[in-house]
């Protein structure tokens, strides 16, 4: 959707374009959830494929953030595996060309983890719909009845409406949601800030932490959602700090009222 809009907005000069991006980026007419919604657009977004497409969709962090957050940023790019595979197949259509390269880097490491997390649960789980003559199918059935409007998966919806219960098949995807939100703005999540704040932390030997800090409190006054981003941080604090330095920091949790 991004894509198909970007072409009629290009129309505007791209300073101005540049002056649109930077307004939803600062302005306190929007409130958190609501800027991160527009920063998810082409209105929020530069319309390169990195910022339209990979700093959107997956990374909690753009490339301008990462300069300001990392004490030495890599010099590696993160993207590298992806565009392999994007730039190899430049004669595909836009959909064709997102799908295969999904399939060859994030299907891969989400099948990992599910396979990972079954196990570790002693549950021998199966995806049926990854059967490989399926998958050859799919790889051949148009664009169109593969999203309809913004209807995704229409072909299988379709198939599946005398079977399955309409409300069923047009709920809206919500995957294992948490209220992750909710707790990161309860006075309770204070230790989990401040261990993202130590300067002796984890954390501190790679990231500015003046920078996480002023993350944290824009996020708490309400002028950004930066729930992903602090989520991927604690997640990172606490996997640095048990698996690669097993330090004693304390609790690293919410506490008890």
Known sequence: ???????????????????????????????????????HTFVGRADDLESLYLDNFYSAFPASEQRTLFRNL???SPYANFRRYWDSKLALADLDRMLFTDQKTYLIE????QDQMSMACSIESRVPLLDHTFVEFAARVPDNLKIRGASGKYILKEAMKDIIPTDVIHRKKLGFPTPLRQ????????????????????????LNVNEISRLLARHRSGKIDATDRIWRLINLQVWGDVILDRRKRGPISFGRR
């Open 183 to 206: 707790w990161l703005l309860d006075d309770r999540a204070q230790p989990l800030f401040e261990a993202l704040e130590a300067k002796d932390g984890f954390l501190g030997e790679y």
């Open 1 to 39: 959707m991004n894509q198909r809009w970007l072409g009629p907005y290009r129309v505007l000069p791209a300073f101005l374009r540049a002056a649109i991006r930077s307004r939803v980026a600062t302005t306190s007419l929007l409130n958190g959830p609501l800027r991160r919604k527009l920063q």
């Open 74 to 76: 890599p010099t590696a």
């Open 110 to 113: 989400l099948l990992m983890k």
